[in-house]
């Protein structure tokens, strides 16, 4: 016991400080034991610390790599889906290709910047309004509320490879636009740029949600086409029907309202396999044929119920313009083939009556195309006939040689025109419309400037069909002039007035769907949306060229009946599900 007592007594002696005192040497030897004990702890925890660094380098290392990798994935992607817009493209366009140069690559950098600006200014103030109004910072709704800038930017957006605002904008598209509005919406407003932004959409991605969306509007601008001669009435409300005439127009119809909607609704026809659309928007040309002037020109007043036009202006302008560029356009999207032939034969005799039109300035004799009331001509031209240019170059090829030469050099003499409607004002944009007065060549007549895109839409045609470059010039030129005017941090406006540079408050829909695109391929190789694959509507919504079927467009015709359509499509698996 007393053994047991005394050795446990002895270990705690080994924590009393009184042992080491009088042990000094065991004392350093314990001071050193701590001393390796802490540099071991401390030498631990560094080790582990740095090794955690190293670790999180690695990671971050990892996803910048991942994300590289995504964003090659994307690019090659989007080059593929590029490219495959255009597998067979003509002479004229490969000629293009080959001058991809790295002056066009910055440019079409500098666009998609100011894209980027416009879409993100929109997003950000106005999102799934119609229009933004950048001075103010709201959206507006001028076309019902359906979105009508998100749906007009979508092809861009996807052309431009801007991914992640495209998908944004499906998504909305998908979720929360909704056409059961009790709004007057203007036929060809809707259909322009709504059913074509949506079409365009569809062709280019496969996503089915656009196509359903197409459908449902077009639904609902149908019944527009119900009159005793199949011309449409121009406005319909969207949620109940009701078509109508506006007020001002004096019960008339509008001629570029009427038939500015054939390419939409015969590719809506082809893609769902439902020959509706592609009916009522074919007996329009087909009752306006019956009654064909020589000279091929309508005025713009035309009676719904009895196919008559009333006394009112021949314009290659507003009311008149879209009118003939679909005349073409239908045959192109038609495969130029029989059963459009009459398109392209209509086309022809107007483009004689637009020959008739046609004059020069003096002293510098810039050609342009006056209007007519009537036997006389008013020497008056709209920024709008500016499109006109780019149709001239577009249907050129189709005639032999020496008449498609003399349609080129007008073209690119009209271009010029409207080039210079641009440089001839102090901020190098062009006002609304001109007038041409004896030895003054042009004078701007209603000074604004909406951002319309008619002249780089020319430019661009002529560009990718002559491959001369300097139409890329006069596009860049009224490129920088936009971004010095009508750039500001909130997105781009008009001006209202081009002598003096004031801004107006609006940044409208097509500025984003066309003026921006059309500059953007202005400067991309031409396998870029190939125009032998694809052919834009009038709100420069891309859409893909595919086989022509032949259909009843009037009772007892001789074309094929719906089922056969539909069977026949299913088999080519070219439309989607009904
Ligand atoms: C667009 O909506 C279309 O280009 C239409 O054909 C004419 N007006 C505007 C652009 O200026």
């Known amino acids: 016991m007393g053994r047991s007592r005394s050795s446990s007594s002895n270990r705690w002696r080994y924590i009393n400080p009184a042992y080491y005192l009088k042990r000094p040497k065991r004392l350093a030897l314990l001071f050193m034991l701590f001393v390796c004990a802490t540099l071991l702890v401390w030498d631990r925890q560094t080790l582990v610390r740095e090794h955690q660094e190293e670790v999180s380098k690695l990671n971050e290392e990892v996803m910048h790599l991942q994300n590289s990798l995504e964003e090659l994935k994307n690019t090659q992607d989007v080059q593929s889906k590029k490219f495959n817009f255009n597998s067979k493209s003509s002479d004229a366009t490969r000629r293009n290709d080959a001058s991809d140069d790295p002056v066009a690559i910055q440019r079409r950098e500098r666009v998609k910047n100011a894209m980027i600006h416009a ?30 800038t998100l749906i007009d930017s979508l092809d861009t957006l996807y052309i431009m490879g801007l991914d992640e605002q495209f998908q944004r904008a499906r998504e909305w598209v998908a979720n929360s636009l909704d056409f059961n509005k ?29 196509l359903e969306k197409a459908q449902d509007i077009a639904d609902r601008l149908l019944p527009a086409w119900d009159t005793p001669t199949g011309i449409p009435y121009n406005v319909i409300n969207l949620a109940h029907g009701n078509p109508h005439n506006p007020g001002w127009t004096g019960g008339d119809s509008i001629l570029a309202d009427s038939g500015t909607e054939q390419l939409e609704f015969i590719a809506l026809s082809q893609r769902t396999g439902n020959p509706k659309y592609q009916q009522k928007v074919e007996n329009v040309i087909l009752e306006l044929n019956k009654t064909f002037p020589v000279d091929g020109l309508l005025p713009i007043y035309i009676n719904p119920q009895r196919g008559t036009t009333s006394y009112s202006t021949i314009t290659f302008g507003a009311m008149g313009d879209s009118f003939y560029e679909y005349l073409l356009k239908v045959w192109i999207q038609g495969n130029k083939t029989a059963s459009v032939k009459h398109y392209r034969e209509m086309w022809e005799t107007s483009m004689k009556g637009l020959l008739s039109l046609v004059k020069r300035t003096t002293p510098s004799s810039f050609a342009y195309i006056c209007e007519k009331t009537g036997n006389s001509l008013t020497d008056k031209m709209d920024e709008l006939a500016c499109f006109a240019p780019g149709m001239l170059a577009l249907g050129s090829s189709g005639y032999a040689p020496d008449e498609s030469q003399k349609f080129l050099t007008l073209a690119e ?46 430019l661009f045609y002529l560009w990718r069909l002559t491959g001369n470059k300097t139409f890329q010039e006069w596009g860049w030129n009224i490129f920088e002039a936009f971004e010095k005017n009508s750039r500001i941090d ?40 190939s125009l032998d694959e694809w052919v834009f509507n009038t709100e420069a919504h891309p859409i893909k060229i595919k086989t022509r079927q032949d259909i009843i467009v009037k009772s007892g015709g001789h074309g094929l009946h719906e089922p056969d359509i539909r069977s026949r499509a299913r088999k080519e698996g070219r439309f989607g599900d009904d």
């Open 182 to 210: 009790n709004y007057d919406a203007s036929v060809f407003e809707t259909t322009i740029r709504v059913v074509g932004g949506l079409l365009s959409a569809y062709d280019l991605s496969g996503d089915k949600v656009f």
């Open 490 to 529: 909130s997105g781009y406006v008009g001006l209202k007035d081009v002598n003096t540079g004031v801004k107006d408050n609006m940044m409208q829909s097509f500025f984003l769907a066309e003026t921006l695109k059309y500059l953007y391929l202005l400067f991309s190789p031409s396998s870029v949306i």
């Open 413 to 458: 003499e009209l271009a010029w025109t409207c080039y210079n409607f641009y440089q001839s004002t102090p901020t190098k944009l062009a006002g609304e419309n001109y007038f041409f007065n004896s030895g003054q060549d042009m004078s701007v007549g209603t000074s604004w400037n909406i951002l319309r895109p008619e002249t780089v839409e020319s």
């Open 119 to 148: 879409w993100s200014s929109y997003e950000k103030y106005a999102w799934g309004h119609d229009e933004l109004q950048p001075q103010t910072k709201n959206g507006i709704d001028s076309f019902g509320g359906l979105g009508a």
